[in-house]
């Protein structure tokens, strides 16, 4: 880890009006929940496609729901990183105005993170497809595939975004007011390779404000946008940007 980018990280942070932060898949490997793309990908080991899609759910739940039921089981031990805690931190340091996921995992609101704008929904409620009751995970058993409803028998599908599905529109409004407001995007463990979500970081750049990266590898917003590129896994990044903001 570079400390020079560190610290110059830490004080265009220090200086931002309306800091805000995107995370992905990869803030929470070091919890314990892989990440889709990249080394050990989920969908190196499902097809999106087969797996991901709402018509592939829809066509066969209980294919489906044997990847979702493997992630469910991984979720339940997740516990937030450190990196969780440092963006919980600069939240309440004044720093972080607002925090945009696109993961489903519930670890940044566990982690104190107030102001959490879910991109792509949460895992922990599920909805009946025919009837509407919703649930939640904890109440639901998995012994048998799909889950259906206690009340009509339909079956339960998690509150997350598919591939084919629209993002939920108060997240979808409310992360772009954000953006628009944005000085300074903190961009964390997404290989930004889905859209609307990796729209953010461009309409903040657009509009010349800073992006600072974390990640392990480089991403394609890298090369074309990112100010201050922090290389390495944001479990010991994000305690340590926050630590010198702090300072
Ligand atoms: N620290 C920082 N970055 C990491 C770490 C780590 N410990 N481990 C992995 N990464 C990076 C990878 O290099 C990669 O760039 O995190 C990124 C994870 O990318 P993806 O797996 O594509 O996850 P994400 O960008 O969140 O995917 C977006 O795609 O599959 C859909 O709906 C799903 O929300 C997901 C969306």
New binding site residues.
């Given amino acids: 880890m570079n400390e020079e980018q560190l610290k110059a990280a830490a004080r265009v942070l220090k200086k931002a009006q309306h800091a805000v932060a995107l995370t992905?898949?990869?803030?929470s490997?070091?919890s314990g929940i892989p990440?889709?793309?990249?080394?050990q990908?989920?969908?190196d080991r499902f097809d999106?496609q087969e797996y991901?899609h709402i018509s592939s759910f829809l066509t066969n739940p209980g294919k489906v729901w044997g990847m979702l039921k493997e992630l469910y089981q991984i979720m339940e031990r997740a516990q937030p990183s450190p990196?969780h805690y440092a963006l919980a931190r600069l939240e309440e340091l004044g720093i972080l105005k607002a925090l945009v996921t696109?993961?489903?995992d519930g670890l940044h609101q566990r982690a104190g993170s107030k102001r959490v704008i879910e991109f792509?929904g949460n895992g922990e409620t599920l909805t009946c497809l025919s009837c509407g009751e919703q649930r939640i995970i904890q109440e639901t058993s998995l012994d048998q595939l799909p889950p259906t409803c206690p009340r009509c028998g339909g079956v339960l599908k998690p509150d997350v975004?598919f591939?084919g599905e629209p993002i939920p529109p108060q997240a979808l409004e409310e992360a772009f007011q954000e953006a628009d407001e944005c000085d300074v995007m903190l961009v964390?463990?997404?290989?930004?390779?889905?859209y609307p979500?990796a729209d953010l970081p461009r309409r903040v750049a657009w509009k010349g404000g800073s992006i600072i990266e974390?990640?392990?590898?480089e991403?394609h917003l890298t090369q074309d946008m990112t100010h201050l590129f922090l290389q390495?896994?944001?479990?010991k990044i994000l305690p340590k940007l926050a630590e010198l903001v702090e300072e």
Avoid at 24 to 27: D, E, H, N, P, V
Avoid at 35 to 39: D, E, Q, S, T
Avoid at 214 to 217: G, H, K, M, R, S
């Fill in positions: 992905g898949a990869g803030i490997v070091d990440a889709f793309r990249g080394a990908g989920l969908w999106p991901a990196a696109q993961n489903v792509h975004v591939f964390v463990g997404t290989s930004a390779q889905v979500a974390v990640n392990l590898d991403t390495g896994p944001a479990s």
